[in-house]
């Protein structure tokens, strides 16, 4: 998607790619530094994990299920929302003159022009 954006915005190539390499070289920088700090943390964790058996993996289900309803609540407030489609609009009809001057002459209304 940055790509796009970019182009819209009137960068120039050479600019985008500069600012896209050091914006990667930071990304992956913090990422590999996190895991670094909490290395041990990882190994603890796993020590629990296989303490806990399979208490974990009914854990593990039970959010994924609570996770699934609540998209499921998501989806149904909307689509019970009213639908907004320009297909769904209003109609708006006004009166439209065959021609300008036959409007003028006798105030007669002729066929609807819808808008």
């Known amino acids: 998607m940055a790509a796009p954006l970019a182009g819209d915005s009137g960068i ?4 985008f790619v500069v600012v896209d390499a050091l914006v990667v070289i ?5 990422y590999m530094g996190i895991g670094y700090l909490f290395t041990g943390q990882l190994e603890i964790t796993l020590g ?3 303490k806990m058996g399979s208490g974990f993996l009914v854990v593990l289900v039970g959010l994924f299920a609570v996770w699934i309803l609540w998209k499921y609540i998501q989806r149904w407030r909307f689509l019970r ?3 907004r489609s320009p ?4 109609m708006v009809v006004t009166p439209k003159p065959a021609n300008e001057n036959a409007f003028r002459t006798s105030h007669s209304m002729t066929s609807p022009r819808v808008v």
Do not use: D, K, M
């Open 81 to 83: 929302q009213p639908q």
């Open 87 to 90: 297909q769904n609009r209003p």
């Open 12 to 15: 120039s190539p050479g600019t």
């Open 26 to 30: 930071i990304w992956s920088a913090s």
């Open 48 to 50: 629990y994990v296989e």
